[in-house]
């Protein structure tokens, strides 16, 4: 390996390189010196390779020329640095690791890991026996196959994982658990592990605190620890972005069993995007995004053509005009010769009703542009106006542009996004694309997220420790070379640096301010810091210098922070060295803006969840600790004694945040930033500074409305940054497979971050659903109208890992932030005290919002998204498309009009266009995508079964919680139709509507059938205590058990005035007719009572109207089966198969997979015939009976039969 080592100190040469130069290389010959008298060390010969790795760490006793002839372990000892000796024992170490086959490898090459989710809740567990915050918790499975030829008995090793919700129970005798820091967790063998087998797997049933939904929950790179000789090797199958790699993909989207969200399948969003889709604008030659104040289009405007454009008097536009003229070359890509429009850029008095800095008026001809300015900043802004109105993507050798005069201003002067380069890491050329897509947009705020508990990304001169130890992620239990790592990055650290130098921050800055757009650097603290915390550390441990140390030594305070960290998250804010290390953080990065010659105007301080969450009400009942941070600082409790007034362990953010304001006036910046709870309690007047605001980030159905109230009798600025609507690490629809966190909202696509009302929140109430997919109900207070400064976007990273995913999160989504900031939309209405907005009320416009939007989503989707994928290199989102299937014919749309879709018949194998509705044969199974227009973007993969499936077996056996087929998730897939309630004491399996996966796991475990379950299980208590029913509750009715038929018919709030009750198991409230009209509305129609009964439309006294387990006898219906008549009950909607009765698909195909499933005797009675244990079905919400041989009887709805078989297995198994 010695020959293809980078060496740094020699030019980046490798050693083979410098053996074969002639120049002299004396650091890169020591260096390669080095590396060989490891390799001498490490591999002595073919016969023993790697024998000395496994008996000790050679690094640690290599001399290291360049730091005076110490070794490796003397430097790591030493006080002084050798920086350059430093580098080298990091070069020597990655030798090692090529080298040597570490013992964690030996395990970890033969382990792969499967992930199944189990269940969110009904799962039988004690979660506040786990300490569960507010007892909530949910069950997965850790299956790991060992596919070693010969048993691993080693028990010295541990699986480190990364985990979002903390693991609080491992139900394995042979397995425990432990929590590191943060999202870093372990699962180790105990004493009773026996080891792995040939070719076995072992199950690890888990218990995870909250719920789970998204399937990027789960963290990749699981990886093994080996404590003999603490080596790491990562499991290979984790070691991916494709998390279906090993996680088993989610069935159900359902939390809690309140979750009224509806989650996404092809045929809702075929029906969602035909609303969107409606009278969608055909012209986008007159529209900009984002909207001007004022377009004048005269009847004898001509359209005419251009190739390109060039700028007259660009000289008006100052430091912005390298920007400008960049953008324009970017999005033309014309030469000088070729740009034949030219815009004339003048500087004038423009009209009263638009006056400001960044305002313009355009007026366009055929003969030439004029953009009229007061200031740069406006003519900046025309120019931008004016690419946008380019459609580049045009084939034709012109693009077309229509004559018109636009009067131009912007809605808030503060139009900004966040990036979350501390999570994880972005590129500086990753950060400048942003920059030149805000500039497009308008957008002219940068918040750049800096720091934060999972890394430092600023160099900080005099302060390296930052980005030596803050910058890096890796196992180092020490932290003395690297932070611990989190949220899925693997024991290793990059190879890349993770970032910006001086010289990278510099350039970023100019490049911005070039394109005027602020950069507001935000170092967080005093919470959120633990990069800068454990990096100040290891300089204290390293040099014995505590000049820059942030955290109290003696402090024994116990906590637990919202992302489980402990004291090491917050800044002490009682120690010296915490206010020399602010002032020093300061003092470097205004140099940095002098030297970008760019105005140090904002400081953005952070300041949220500097709290214990132990202390909150969900933890109350629980023996934990529950410390108020720095209660046990000695530093601390010294300051509060020598000043009373001041209350650090209750007011830790307040008191830190009027220390950094202070350092920050003195220093002459002009304005402070902080996120909202960050100064709660606090008011403008406490602060020396000029100007504070505060980013508003409180959930409207969390009573965000009262929060935004109190926020503006404060003084500070408020900038809208709600998360229910404005952040973008949130999915943008109800799927598992959508990318993101969820507790302030299940989605935020498009179209809802288009229709946020950032001026008079209450109004999102109408427009909008809570984060449990149920109507808001919000009353404006009686005060004025809060005063907004702005609003924008936030791309959080902690499950957004690569480029790709940053960019698909962010875009389009950040281009409706931009036309909300810049634009109000008409249908906006003005804050009104006592007004009342819920799902109900029509206040809203929504036909002029969805007018507004249809034009946006047309220039959306068939311009700028072309625009910023083919000159700006931004990879969009594509969105998957929606599509039905009826009588064989396939019906497809999607979401953003001018994108392609695709269709396949086997399974993506081969795809073709899809143009206009097509015959795609009976019982087929069709897989769609969507692609952007040029092809070279798609979207996820959808798959939808034919609506009447004879034999889908396949397609059953594809979804891994399927062992069998059955007509609740084969053929019916265009027509199933989702509960907006669920039952709330039945365990449920969410209807899978159609889109598991093509391919299973080929070692998934299989699942008894449903026959050997009622075998099994001996006593009907045990069913009814796994479904939570009470013993003798026969019926099964809605969200209720009963003994008796008659209880089912709960009275129930009807829509359209009808009285009476809704029979129809809560589904979407369909049924609801007076009782009186039940019978008599279905003979007038022709229905028979067999069809009367099984709609469930309705109930009366009348036969022919009952519902819950009334059985209804036909002759013409009935079957046999040894010897016995039995009645095949029909099945309504989905499920009646065209009233085919007993000879029905479903009916036949249950006989042939499970006897007499879906037969009752023709008599009514419920007797089985023995011995045989024999399943009963009972119509739609059909009522499932479960009868064993020793004749005990229960019920529970068909809908969950197939979890009946998994569950119950599981729970055998388990217990």
């Known amino acids: 390996p010695d020959l293809t080592v980078v060496i740094p100190e020699a030019g980046g040469q490798t050693c083979g390189e410098i053996r074969q130069s002639t120049a002299g290389h004396v650091n890169g010959d020591g260096i390669c010196n080095a590396i060989q008298s490891v390799e001498r060390q490490c591999c002595p010969g073919p016969a023993d390779l790697c024998v000395f790795c496994k008996g000790g760490i050679p690094d ?30 990091n070069i020597i170490q990655s030798v090692e690791r090529k080298c040597c086959m570490h013992m964690a490898s030996n395990l970890a090459d033969d382990l792969s890991l499967r992930i199944q989710m189990a269940s969110n809740f009904d799962h039988g567990i004690d979660c506040a026996s786990h300490n569960a915050d507010w007892s909530l918790c949910y069950s997965q499975l850790f299956v790991f196959e060992y596919a070693g030829n010969e048993a691993y008995t080693d028990n010295n090793f541990a699986i480190y994982f990364s985990s979002i919700h903390r693991l609080l129970h491992v139900d394995h005798p042979d397995f425990e658990h432990g929590h590191v820091v943060g999202d870093l967790t372990y699962i180790k063998p105990t004493a009773s592990f026996k080891g792995f087998e040939p070719s076995s797997e072992i199950i690890l049933p888990v218990v995870f605190e909250y719920w789970s939904v998204q399937e990027s929950d789960k963290m990749p790179r699981f990886f093994v620890v080996d404590s003999r000789d603490d080596s790491t090797a990562v499991i290979p199958n984790t070691d991916t972005e494709d998390l279906h790699d090993f996680v088993i993909p989610y069935t159900s989207s359902m939390k809690t069993e309140g979750d009224n969200n509806v989650p996404m399948t092809a045929e809702n969003r075929y029906t969602r995007n035909e609303k969107l889709s409606e009278g969608f604008e055909t012209d986008t030659s007159t529209r900009i995004i984002p909207t ?225 757009v602020k950069v507001a650097p935000e170092f967080n603290m005093p919470g959120h810091a633990r990069a800068a915390v454990v990096s100040m550390e290891a300089r204290a441990k390293k040099k014995r210098d505590n000049s820059y140390r942030l955290m109290d030594p003696e402090d024994e305070t116990e906590l637990l922070t919202v992302q489980f960290y402990d004291r090491s998250s917050i800044i002490n804010p009682c120690l010296d060295s915490s206010v020399r290390f602010v002032v020093k953080l300061v003092d470097e990065v205004v140099k940095m803006y002098a030297e970008a010659q760019v105005d140090m105007d904002v400081w953005q301080f952070g300041g949220d969840e500097a709290k214990n969450i132990l202390l909150g009400a969900g933890y109350s009942a629980y023996d934990l600790p529950k410390e108020l941070p720095f209660s046990k600082s000695p530093a601390c409790i010294k300051k509060m004694q020598e000043d009373p007034t001041i209350s650090i362990d209750t007011d830790a953010a307040n008191y830190w945040a009027l220390k950094v304001n202070q350092i920050l006036a003195q220093k002459g910046i002009r304005e402070m930033m902080a996120w909202e709870d960050g100064l709660n309690g606090m ?42 609507y404005l952040y973008f690490d949130f999915p943008y629809e109800v799927h598992p497979e959508e990318r993101g966190y969820y507790w302030g909202t299940r989605e935020n696509s498009v179209a809802k ?16 659903v809570d984060r449990d997919g149920n109507a808001m109900n919000i009353t404006t207070p009686v005060w004025p109208a809060p005063v907004i400064k702005g609003m924008q976007g936030q791309t959080w990273s902690e499950t957004v890992r690569t ?33 009342n907005y819920h799902g ?112 889908c077996q396949g397609v059953c056996e594809s979804n891994p919680l399927m062992p069998f087929s059955s007509p609740q998730v084969c053929g019916a897939g265009s027509t199933l139709q989702f509960p907006p309630t669920v039952p709330s004491k039945q365990p449920t399996l969410s209807p899978l509507a159609s889109e598991f996966p093509p391919t299973v796991p080929s070692k998934q475990p299989t699942l008894p059938p449903l026959a050997s379950v009622a075998n099994t299980v001996s006593d009907s208590n045990e069913i009814n205590s796994l479904f939570k029913n009470p013993v003798g509750n026969e019926f099964f009715c809605g969200d209720t058990f009963s003994s008796v038929a008659e209880t089912c018919l709960v009275s129930k709030p009807c829509p359209n ?49 009952r519902i819950c387990g009334e059985e209804q006898v036909h002759s013409e219906n009935t079957v046999f089966f040894e010897g016995e008549e039995f009645l095949c009950r029909e099945f309504d909607g989905v499920f009646n198969e065209g009233g085919k009765g007993a000879d029905s698909p479903s009916c036949t195909l249950a006989r042939e997979l499970y006897t007499d499933t879906c037969c009752i005797k023709s008599d009514g009675s419920n007797a089985a015939p023995a011995p045989s244990p024999t399943i009963f079905d009972g119509g739609e919400y059909p009522t499932l009976w479960i009868m064993n041989t020793s004749g005990a009887v229960t019920k529970c709805s068909l809908t969950v039969a197939l979890a009946c078989a998994m569950l119950t297995s599981f729970f055998l198994m388990w217990f």
Not at 491 to 504: I, K, L, N, R
């Open 753 to 768: 971050v288009f229709s946020f009302a950032p001026e008079n929140l209450p109004q999102n109430a109408e427009t909008s």
């Open 683 to 724: 008011m403008k007047e406490e602060f020396e500074i000029a100007e504070v605001t505060v980013n508003f980030w409180s959930t409207l159905f969390w009573g965000g409305t009262d929060v935004l109230v109190e926020a503006s009798k404060t003084g500070f600025g408020v900038i809208m940054a709600n998360p229910d």
């Open 60 to 89: 640690l006793t290599v001399v290291i020329p360049e730091a005076g002839g110490q070794t490796c372990g003397e430097i790591k000892q030493s006080s002084a640095s050798f920086i350059t000796g430093d580098e080298t024992c």
């Open 1057 to 1105: 005035g009808l009285s009476g009750v809704c029979a129809d198991d809560n589904r979407q409230n369909q049924g609801c007719f007076k009782v009186s009209q039940c019978a008599a509305e279905y003979e007038a129609a022709g229905a028979t009572s067999t069809e009367a009964y099984n709609t469930h439309q309705g109930t009366s006294s009348d036969e022919r109207c």
């Open 840 to 951: 109900t009320t029509n206040h809203v416009p929504k036909d002029q919002l969805a007018t507004d939007f249809k034009g946006f989503n047309t220039v959306l989707g068939c311009r700028e998204v072309r625009k910023i994928w083919q000159r700006l290199g931004i990879a969009y989102r594509v969105p998957p498309p929606g599509a039905i299937i009826e009588g064989g014919i396939l019906i497809a749309n999607t979401e953003l009009p001018c994108t392609r879709i695709q269709y396949s018949l086997d399974r993506g194998v081969n795809w073709s266009e899809y143009f206009t509705p097509v015959d795609v044969g009976v019982g087929k199974y069709v897989s769609l995508k969507s692609l952007s227009a040029d092809g070279g973007l798609e979207s996820r993969v959808v798959n939808i079964d034919q609506e009447e499936c004879l034999s």
């Open 803 to 835: 480029e790709a995913q940053h960019q698909e999160m962010t875009y389009p989504r950040v281009l409706a932030v931009a036309e909300r900031a810049w634009h109000r939309g008409s249908w906006e209405l003005d804050w009104t005290p006592t007004q």
């Open 292 to 516: 001007p104040f004022r377009v004048d289009i005269s009847e004898t405007a001509q359209s005419f053509g251009i190739v390109g454009v060039s700028l007259i008097n660009a000289d008006l536009l100052g430091k912005l005009q390298s920007g400008a003229e960049e953008l324009v070359s970017t999005i033309t890509m014309k030469t000088a010769s070729d740009r034949d429009h030219v815009l004339i850029l003048t500087i004038g008095t423009l009209p009263n009703d638009i006056a400001g800095t960044e305002s313009y008026t355009m007026e366009i001809t055929a003969e030439g542009t004029t953009i009229t300015a007061s200031h740069e900043e406006g003519l900046f802004y025309g120019v931008m106006s004016f690419l946008g109105l380019l459609d580049t993507s045009s084939s034709r050798s012109t693009m077309p542009v229509k004559e018109m005069t636009i009067y131009d201003k912007p809605r808030f002067d503060y139009r900004g996004h966040q990036i979350d380069s501390a999570r994880n890491f972005r590129t500086k050329e990753s950060v400048m694309q942003t920059i030149d897509a805000m500039a497009l947009y308008k957008l002219n705020n940068l918040h750049f997220g800096l720091s934060n508990d999972e890394g430092w990304r600023l160099e900080i001169p005099g302060m390296e420790e930052l980005t030596t130890v803050g910058s890096r992620r890796c196992f180092d239990l020490s932290e003395e070379t690297c932070i611990l790592t989190q949220l899925g990055s693997g024991p290793d650290a990059s190879d890349e640096p993770q970032f910006y130098s001086v010289a990278d921050f510099v350039e970023i800055l100019k490049y911005a301010a070039a394109r005027n």
